[in-house]
């Protein structure tokens, strides 16, 4: 099955929005594989943001998600990555749509609230990355009622 990796973000934490946005993706249906509060150091931040090093809010960004612990998770169910994304929104909450959890919770691009993998590679990458210890593993009782 699938798996995507989330992060809520410093100001997500701080702004007490753990347990709403844990919330949303539970009553989807996805299953918490993996889940943890931590800080994160410069060069940690640096590797997860990796692709985005020649851009001009790069240091800004490294300097926002090292700011306060953040909560890491892995989440699986069938196309959770994409869906993951929807849920999350666009990555400017200006342009998220209401609904969205940037959408709902955020206005700056820069304090947009939640990290989500863009793609099935970048989930198996970032799980990687922050779960070196792996993920716990465990079914789901009520899969029949979620899966036809
Ligand atoms: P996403 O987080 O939606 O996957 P991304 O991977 O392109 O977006 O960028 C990572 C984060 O960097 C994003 O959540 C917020 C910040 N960011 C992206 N584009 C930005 C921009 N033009 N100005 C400032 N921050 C930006
Ligand atoms: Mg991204």
Redesign the pocket.
């Given at each position: 099955m699938e798996q995507t990796f989330i992060m809520i973000k410093p100001d997500g934490v701080q702004r007490g929005l753990v347990g709403e946005i844990i919330g949303r993706f539970e009553k989807k249906g996805f299953s918490l594989k993996g889940l943890k509060l931590i800080n994160v150091d410069r060069p940690f931040a640096e590797k997860h943001?990796a692709?985005?090093s020649a851009?001009?809010?790069f240091s800004?960004?490294v300097d926002y998600i090292i700011s306060g612990p953040v909560v890491a998770m892995v989440w699986e169910g069938k196309n959770v990555v994409t869906t993951g994304?929807k849920i999350?929104g666009?990555?400017?909450p200006a342009e998220s749509a209401p609904g969205t959890i940037r959408g709902d919770y955020a206005i700056d691009?820069?304090r947009?609230v939640i990290?989500?993998s863009?793609s099935v590679e970048s989930a198996r990458k970032e799980i990687a990355l922050w779960f070196p210890e792996g993920i716990v593993q465990w079914q789901s009782s009520v899969h029949p009622w979620i899966y036809e």
């Open positions: 943001y692709d985005l851009k001009p809010f800004g960004l994304r999350i666009a990555t400017n691009i820069g947009n990290h989500g863009d």
